[in-house]
C-alpha cells in the first residue's frame, strides 16, 4: 500500500491524523507529516482518513 498526499492541496488541517494517528502526524509548525508505505494492517484506518480529508488530498494505491 502507497499513500500519496497531494502537499499543493492539502492545508493541514489535521483530519487524517485523528483518522489514522498511525500514519499521519502534525509536526511542531503544523504541516502533515505521513508514512509512504505503511503496513498493510493499517488500510482502513488510512482509507478512513482519505475520506475525511476535506479536500481529498489524500490517494491510497496498491
Known sequence: MKV????DVCQDHGQCVFAAPEVFSL??????GFVEHPDASLREEV?????VCPLQA???ED
Open 4 to 7: 500519496i498526499v497531494d502537499m
Open 47 to 51: 482509507e478512513d482518513a482519505a475520506d
Open 58 to 60: 489524500i490517494r491510497v
Open 27 to 32: 509536526d511542531a509548525d503544523g504541516r502533515l
